[in-house]
């Protein structure tokens, strides 16, 4: 895989532009799926140990592996499992749209 | 090169001749054959393939699909109830755009278990995507393979093709085929080269979850493909013929030009219905045939043109939609609609009963002295 490439977004509007059979054109990267997110979590610096278990167990991936962790909220879906999981309880929520 | 050949081994030469990467098939009554030869020629090196030995007939085709999309061109086999279990995987590989050619032993279905000729097996999969052909003799089961993957590979097309031969009446009867030269046939038929394919270098998802904002224009496209496929298979039937010298396109006439009554037929009861035309225009009868070659895409263009002048027309079908009519019938009657002729739907030959000049005959007979009819049965034990 050429791990530089850019992802970018395709629209296709005809069925003259689109292959012949149902396969995708590019990275799902590109389509941001964290729009049905009711629940967003937070996690708190100051608590935070950088000890990546909330990482390990988000399922999307949506949690960088930075330090401290960061969540990309392009693609978390506000299920819930970090903050369950987080030992230090640094992980918080609001919710979404207030 | 000439060989006397049966059905089988001709479709198994076909094959090879076609120079198929991947082969996985299931044995199964009456294409057994076929997949034995496959694997000893792959076997003793003749052919530079990888045969994919499976546990059933979905696997056989579920691997064809597999190996179709990384780039692979592919062969499978089967027979009636092999091809019924296939169906699920039918739809995938049309639906997947894999130009992966089939040869289907036709093969009535069970019960009562029967393991001869029927085209049930077949037309039952019409709705899948495949273009299906029917072939009337072992030369054109050669000829159809290497054709077959030429239409179906093309970038416009790109459908799967399921070509049938009779069970016995052609899968184990020899006749002389012609196999041609092998470079003749390299030229034909070149390697296989995908624009599209299952590639580390350019990942892609292949047959994921499609919205309906997507789904409706792959139907539509796939449509228009099946439409484009009837010229490109005439288009790769005139460069055959130019190289090989045998004609082949989506119908096939036979004394029509003159003909009062047209029997239209399709795989080997075409070749007694075109000997019983000669004994009857001996007689002074006007007859001409038609045999159709596909069912998918269907020619109803060039059928509806040669039957377009004729008084009457009757359709001999080796199968039964139950609750309806012969399933050729019903697509025939589509075609001709609007045209007052009289049409004449027989069933014969259901379960590998044999189909005679005789009964040919009695099917112009009955035409010449009664009304249309939908459903004639010929020869039922009352």
Same mark, same amino acid.
């Given at each position: ?81 970090? =903050? ?6 640094? =992980? ?7 | ?39 000893? =020629? ?190 490109? =298979? ?149």
């Amino acid at each position: 895989m050429k791990k530089n490439k850019k992802p970018k977004k395709v629209i296709i509007e005809k069925a003259s532009e689109m292959p012949p059979m149902p396969a995708s054109l590019g990275s799902m990267r590109v389509n941001k799926t964290a729009s049905w997110r009711s629940i967003k979590p937070i996690i708190n610096i100051e608590k935070c140990t950088s000890c990546m278990i909330c990482w390990k167990y988000c399922p999307e991936p949506a949690i960088l592996p930075t330090n401290p962790p960061e969540i990309d909220y392009d693609f978390c879906k506000g299920c819930g499992i970090c =903050i369950v999981e987080c030992p230090f309880d640094a =992980i918080g929520s609001e919710k979404e749209g207030k | 090169m000439k060989r006397v050949l049966t059905g089988n081994f001709a479709a198994a030469y076909g094959a090879s001749a076609a120079r198929v990467h991947v082969i996985a098939a299931y044995p199964i009554t009456p294409q057994t054959t076929i997949v034995e030869i496959l694997s000893e =020629i792959v076997a003793n090196g003749e052919l530079k393939a990888d045969f994919v030995k499976v546990e059933s007939e979905h696997s056989a085709i579920s691997a064809c699909i597999g190996a179709q999309a990384a780039g692979a061109r592919t062969f499978t086999a089967t027979s009636a109830q092999g091809l019924a279990l296939m169906h699920e995987m039918l739809h995938w590989a049309a639906r997947g755009r894999l130009p992966i050619v089939m040869t289907n032993v036709n093969r009535a279905m069970a019960p009562g278990w029967s393991i001869w000729a029927d085209v049930t097996d077949s037309v039952a999969q019409r709705d899948t995507g495949w273009m299906q052909v029917y072939c009337e003799n072992n030369q054109e089961v050669f000829d159809t393979i290497l054709m077959s993957y030429k239409v179906s590979e093309n970038k416009d097309v790109l459908l799967p093709t399921l070509i049938n031969l009779d069970a016995f009446f052609l899968s184990h009867t020899s006749q002389v085929v012609d196999m041609y030269n092998q470079e003749t046939i390299d030229q034909f038929l070149p390697e296989y080269h995908p624009e599209i394919k299952l590639d580390v270098e350019n990942p892609r998802s292949f047959g994921a979850l499609t919205s309906p904002e997507y789904y409706y224009e792959f139907s539509y496209k796939m449509h228009q493909s099946q439409e484009k496929a009837k010229s490109v =298979i005439k288009q790769v039937g005139n460069e055959f013929k130019q190289l090989f010298g045998k004609k082949y396109d989506l119908i096939e006439t036979y004394k029509c030009d003159d003909a009062d009554l047209i029997m239209v037929d399709y795989g080997t009861i075409a070749g007694t219905a075109k000997e019983s035309v000669d004994r009857m225009r001996q007689k002074g009868l006007k007859v001409g045939n038609l045999k159709i070659r596909y069912l998918r895409p269907f020619p109803k263009e060039n059928i509806r043109k040669v039957l377009s002048n004729t008084k009457a027309v009757g359709v001999i079908d080796r199968a039964i939609s139950f609750g309806q009519e012969g399933p050729f019938f019903t697509e025939l009657k589509s075609a001709m609609y609007g045209l007052d002729i009289p049409l004449f739907g027989f069933i014969a030959g259901l379960g590998g009963r044999d189909v005679s000049i005789m009964n040919i005959e009695s099917m112009v007979a009955y035409m010449q002295n009664n009304d249309p009819k939908d459903l004639i049965w010929i020869g039922v034990k009352k």
